[in-house]
């Protein structure tokens, strides 16, 4: 895991960006990574943003931080070891520079020496060790399992820190990318006490700083005049004065507010608006690929309506996901096979299965199996059009293939215990934000008895390509570890049915410059700057 | 019957618009120019237009055709709960006012803590505990119906009790089953019928908002509630269609329930009128 | 009176005792694990299990019941399952959003009333009269909901006078704050405004219809003081009882209102925290709610007997 092997992943999506982001003149032309302005005219600073999100942050402590859209906060107050740029290419954040050693099990990293936390503190080796060590022994943190792998932190001078591994983990790098990797000034942290996760004063040394947080009505941030990050001109960074964000949960009012100026900033856009929003002269609207996906989870079990594999691949040969990416989605998610995105090192571009929909195999698939034609009930959350949506045209897709699909609406919460036992009796709908590295995409959904494995899918031989995929760091032989495991859980023995892969999407107010969308889906307001 | 009739034209019209709803709601398959369910892509967002009066939704289904079977469930709902909140509240009500004492007072505290909880949070929290279906929010709808029936009974039981029909009747030693049969539910069928009439526009209105927060009929049944809910998104993009025919429907209903439910008691109970 | 009141609060006792019964059997019947709702994409089962034993929610539900109940009525609430922030204070925290809501939709609706329905009454059957009576029926068969999202797609998007939501504080920026105010007050006021016009107006013709206003008026009396002095005292009486009613019917329709409008307040707290199975959040705001409701009824009680003398302490309608 080399610095240099690191950055083929990201070629794929550089390519993908650009076919993308036409279309959208006078908008920000891709920025370079961190700290680069890369806007046409000359950044200016000051100004105020509102960014509006699609729900409330609950936890700013990245230690019991569980939600997606937190995130979306924690990047602005926080710096990471490493962060990633546009492309999805691993790049030097809070740590400068950083080794494998020759057998995998420990990495060293080269710190920063100019940061300070917004309390004054300063970071170096022991703030690092300090932080990990939380992250992975505090009682109920929700980072332990991502740093599992790690057996001790070793400070090796005030600037130096080795992670030593219980053995090789390739994703190592890529998991410090985001929360568990996050850097929390030590002070703050301990006189926060148990209010800490709500109100994080003082804490980051991102480019803004955490001043109040009103719950489901807004969270101020303001900029942090003493951060690192300097733009491509040598010019400190962030420009902006102030962010605030505010959550608007009814996605028709948050991109109202856009429309009507009450906000400059949105990264989760209705398929559907997407068309009227790009004929609003005062906007701009990015899209790029991501990692996320977004899925139909059978239940595997024993007992269960897909006991039988070739079931699960009946209905992925009888839904027609160009339809589903057209008429729901309205091209924002584009066809999707698998867990890993195209964005992805290991993705193989030629990788479709069931790219056309085969409503007469699939029928013949379920009279070869020969236990009666195929009913089952699909489980979709009360009140979500889109889901209900998506799930009406599935049932109608399904039909053309003699498949009965009965819906079922309950309530998320009782959803979410019915996946988490397995005692749903035939299929639910569930998506997946994405991990920068194919591994966090892939192995707690499929691997068996792993938190995420709500199909409760076990295969003996996708385990074992798994746990290659973690133990060797040479990029190609985690490819083709990935490419055989994703044939089998795909195709031959299906865990699920996936549809989809979903773009990261930005819409700003076009007075506000520099900013792109980030394929972790993810906004970064660093660069970004108001025009006068 | 007629003059009567004549006397209160009120009671015509809003008589007339509540059967010409209940009518639409039976022969909605006869009506219907397309299945409510059938989902065709091609013609997706149509705005209306002779093929499709109110247009067609996100998944090419007719909404003309979705709202005139929408009612089929909000009727059937506002009559069910009805029903449901009727029959255990003035059950409730009889008992209370005329056993009296112990009985009275256990079940009048019940009533109050029932009455204690916002109506909306009470149906909501009944509808999300028993699961969200259409039964369910009749049940909830119901139970939230109970506390007016029976205050309602009761306080009219409390008034009639030693009125001299009944304490005469009590006298030659009438049986009390007997004594509610015959004296005291005849007495009290107006304010009933009044409060059921307009219970039966408070249960619509209230199952359409239960099933706007998807608490409701289950998809792919069309209800007014869900598809207001469901089509709200679309309304930014000027894709009105899809809202109008539920939001029509609900309105539709909820007045003419209500206007029935005033010009029956300005003609049935003008004591009530006061009352507001 | 003071025994009287004595009296209606220490009924309220048991039935404030069945009321927390109901509210925790209600919410806690009711399918699903916050700790998984909560959970997002991070499902370590390791990490869940400790919150749950950090909620208490791994211990059988009679004692988490007594628990609740005991903490209770010492004053502390418990803490959000969701945020760890202490329920009061989400609460406390939220009551400002809900009370300019709630006051200036009752202000509104009550002014307009008032205002609506006395001409309206002096006027009997005369076009505006007619409008009146009609639009009232139409106010309160318009489901709120509905109407929020025509308002918004009126004046947000066609016009773009106003903000499709959210909320900012009137003492923050007085200007910003009222115009975020204006739609979800109209959605609100509308029912209760329907509501409480129907009652000035059809009280105001009963009282017109008594003999004191046919003594005043012969008494040569100039209209508008036979009015104001005579029919409106009188006619207000049943006027505040309905006012009194509408207190909890906005109260209730905030929860639509605030929830389509993004307000930050105690109704979307409590539509938002049953979806997530926040026990500790729903099991407060209900029973505050039920608490303030029964205090209200009483209030009204008090007020009605206050305005009306005819009306005795006896055990009312009760």
Redesign the interface.
Known sequence: MARSSVALRGLAVVAALAVVLSGCAGGPTGAAPSGGGGAPAKPTYGGTVTFVLENDVIDFDPLRSRAFVDRNAHYQIFDSLVRVDPSGKIVPSLAQSWDTSADGKQVTFKLRTDVKYHDGTPFDAESVKWNIDRYRTTQGSQRASDLAPIAAVEVKDPYTVSFNLKAPFAPLLATLVDRAGMMLSRKAVEAGGADFTRKPVGAGSGPFKFVEALKDDHITLERNTEWWGKDKDGNKLPYLDKIIIKPIRDDSVRTTNLRTGDAQAANNIPGKDVEGLKSESSLVYQQSPNYGFDSIIPNRKKGFAFEDGRLVRAVSMAIDRKEISDKVFFGTRTPGYGTIAPSHFASDPGFKPFEKPDPAGAKKLVADVGKGPLSFEMLVTAGTSVDLQLAQLIQAQLGKADIKMELKTLEFAEILKLQDACTFTGATLIGWSGRVDPDGNTYSHIYTGAPNNNSCYSNAQVDKLLDDSRTTSDEAKRKAAFRAAEQIYVVDDPARVWYVFRSSQLLTAKKLKGLVPYPDGLIRFDVGWLEK | MRSWLRRHPRIVIGGSLALLLILAAIFAPAIAPYEPTAVDVSQSLEPPSGAHWLGTDDLGRDVFSRTLYGSRISLSVGLIAVGIGLGIGVAIGLVAGYVGGLADLLLMRAIDALLAFPALVLAISITAALGPQIQNAMIAIGVVAIPLYSRLTRGQVLALREREFVTAARAVGARSTRIVARHILPNITNPLIVQATLSIAFAILAEATLSFLGLGAQPPTPTWGADINYSRSYLINAKWWMSVGPGLGIFLAVFSFNFLGDALRDALDPRLRRSG | MIGYVLRRLV?MI???F??TI?VFA??R??????V????????????LD??RH?YGLDQPMPVQYVSWLTHAMRGDLGRSL????PVTE?IV??IP?TLTLGVTALALSITVALAVGTLSALKRNSPLDLLATGLT??G????N??LG??L??LF??VV?AL?????VALASDPLDGLRHLVLPAVTLATASTA?TL??VR??LL?VFAQDYMRTARAKGLRERTVVTRHAMKNALI?VV??IGLQV?AV??GA??TE????W?GVG?????S????DYPV?QAI?LL???S??LS?LVVDVLYTRLDPRISFGDG??
């Open positions: 009924l048991p039935v404030a069945l009321v109901i209600l919410i019947l009711t399918p699903g694990d916050p998984l709702v909560y959970a997002g994409e991070e499902k370590d089962p390791v990490a400790a919150l950090e969701r945020t760890r922030q989400a925290e939220r959003a029926i139409a309160v068969s318009l489901p909901f509905f999202l025509v918004i797609l947000a998007l773009r903000p499709p939501g959210g909320y509501v129907r009652q059809s009280s009963d049943p009882t309905i909890g109260l209730e929860i639509i929830s389509i409008f993004s930050p979307r707290l409590a539509v938002d049953i979806a997530g199975r729903v209900v709610s039920a608490l409701f029964m009824t309608g009760r």
